[in-house]
């Protein structure tokens, strides 16, 4: 209800308050004096319960409809999360064979296996470079590819290593082959002295 009394002829008809019955007091229940003294200071200490009230007639009473949240209410008995028995067959059988093969659209692709071969191209590289400096200087580039290959296949876990080590000790031949080749050809020239 607002503060302001409605002005006489504006149309608002004045409203009834209503009715209050009177509530009849409830005399206070007397606390109940304790036969013995208190055994500590701190249960001396300890205030007296409140007086307690009866409830009144507007106040219904609390009824068997009336349940703890959480509390079994009838119904469903098992909870939901109750463990389920294992089968030996995780899908359906399918006798006739009509269903398709499941497609794996969201499944991550096998990574690519990490190369091998580096020690096998370092071999080939090397026995081609002996090869070509038994008979001319110019395979020195070639063992200097071998050479490469050699050390980057010991260097990955996966190569052969016995393989990469053969390449290697090939390569360093032909590379002092190719060197004493070379030597011979600058001399014939006349290039060293």
Same mark, same amino acid.
């Given at each position: ?8 002829g504006t149309?608002?008809a ?7 019955e009177p509530v ?6 007397e606390?109940v ?5 208190p055994?500590?200071?701190?249960a001396a200490?300890?205030?007296?319960p ?5 409830p ?5 009473p609390?009824?068997?409809e009336s349940?703890l949240?959480?509390a079994?209410?009838g119904?469903?008995?098992r909870?939901?999360?109750a463990?389920?028995?294992i089968?030996?067959?995780?899908a359906p059988?399918?006798p006739d064979?009509?269903?398709p ?5 969201w ?5 690519a296996?990490p ?5 096998g ?14 008979f001319?200087?110019w ?5 200097v590819?071998a ?5 980057i296949?010991?260097r990955r876990?996966?190569?052969?290593? *016995?393989v990469?080590?053969w390449?290697l000790a090939i390569a *360093? ?5 190719? *060197?004493?080749w070379?030597?011979f ?9």
């Open positions: 209800m607002s503060d302001r009394e409605p002005e006489p149309g608002e004045a409203r009834p308050e209503p009715a209050v009849e007091p409830v005399e206070p229940v606390p004096e304790p036969s013995s003294p055994a500590s200071p701190a200490i300890r205030p007296e409140a007086s307690t009230m009866q009144t007639e507007d106040v219904a609390v009824g068997a349940t949240p959480g079994h209410r119904g469903f008995q909870l939901p999360t463990p389920v028995a089968t030996a067959e995780s059988h399918d064979g009509d269903q093969e499941p497609v794996l659209m499944a991550m692709p096998q990574p296996p190369a091998r071969g580096i020690a191209w370092a071999l080939a590289f090397a026995i081609v470079a002996l090869i070509a400096s038994l001319v200087g395979g020195f580039p070639v063992a590819a050479i490469v290959a050699a050390i296949a010991l876990p996966l190569e052969s290593r *016995a990469a080590i390449a *360093a031949v032909s590379m002092l082959y190719s *060197a004493g070379l030597l050809a600058a001399t014939s020239a006349g290039l060293i002295g």
